[in-house]
């Protein structure tokens, strides 16, 4: 099956900072997710995204599917972006569809 | 438009008990998931439905574990019995589009502790 990695597994940042997270993938994929699960647990969409660019206030994402990676940027930080922040992928493979998660980001925001 | 429903929040029980854990996915998407979240195994699929028709259960551990959904609006996890390494979050979610191509939508989850 496909491999979904994510990088980095940590980072911790001052308010205010940007941060770009990537998520890399074996092979081709049929659609990308990027969800940010909050310190008391709900995982919430930010973005569905199998290729191109999309913008949702501070936060930006970008897929290239033929160079299989997605990239998140948050833009000036806050503190409730903490949480991690996970990928996941689906593909179809030999009829049967499969949706992978990466293991997430944990992104802490200090004030 | 109400999200994903999940109840209940939490669950304390102890070994050899029944749990049910129950889904109503957001009004009309056509495809129901069950995860389970651990620090060791992280996201898990376990069984998802298009159409309310089991379609992948490959991810269900064992036969302690079953998942029915018997209409559109609601679907139930049940685990019988339960043990204590079934402790975790369980999430159930849901998408419009049939099958795992489409947008995700997540529930709060179940947080589920087996003494």
């Known amino acids: 099956g496909i491999q979904v990695e994510q990088s980095p597994p940590d980072l911790i940042l001052q308010e205010g900072a940007n941060s770009t997270l990537r998520c890399n993938f074996s092979?081709?994929?049929?659609?990308l997710q990027w969800f940010h699960q909050n310190p008391w647990g709900q995982l919430i969409n930010l973005f569905y995204?199998?290729?191109g660019t999309k913008q949702n206030g501070r936060l930006s994402a970008t897929t290239v599917a033929t160079e299989r990676y997605s990239l998140l940027y948050i833009s000036s930080s806050q503190t409730t972006d903490s949480g991690v922040y996970f990928c996941?992928?689906?593909?179809?493979?030999?009829?049967?569809?499969?949706?992978?998660f990466g293991q997430g980001t944990r992104l802490t925001i200090n004030p | 438009d109400a999200g994903v429903i999940q109840s209940p929040r939490h669950e304390v029980t102890e070994m050899g008990q029944e749990v049910t854990l129950r889904c109503k996915p957001i009004?009309?998407?056509?495809?129901l998931f069950w995860y389970r979240q651990t620090m060791m195994r992280g996201l898990e699929l376990l069984i998802y439905?298009?159409?309310?028709?089991?379609?992948?259960d490959s991810g269900m551990p064992e036969d302690r574990f079953s998942a029915k959904m018997p209409n559109a609006s609601f679907s139930t996890l049940k685990i019988q019995p339960s043990e204590p390494r079934d402790s975790a979050v369980y999430f159930c979610?849901?998408?419009?589009?049939?099958?795992?191509?489409?947008?995700?939508?997540f529930g709060e989850g179940s947080r589920l502790t087996v003494l």
């Open positions: 979610a849901s998408t419009l589009r049939t099958g795992v191509t489409g947008e995700l939508f």
């Open positions: 092979d081709s994929v049929n659609n």
């Open positions: 995204i199998p290729s």
């Open positions: 996941a992928v689906a593909y179809i493979i030999q009829g049967a569809q499969k949706l992978v």
């Open positions: 009004s009309g998407h056509n495809s």
């Open positions: 439905f298009n159409n309310n028709v089991p379609i992948d």
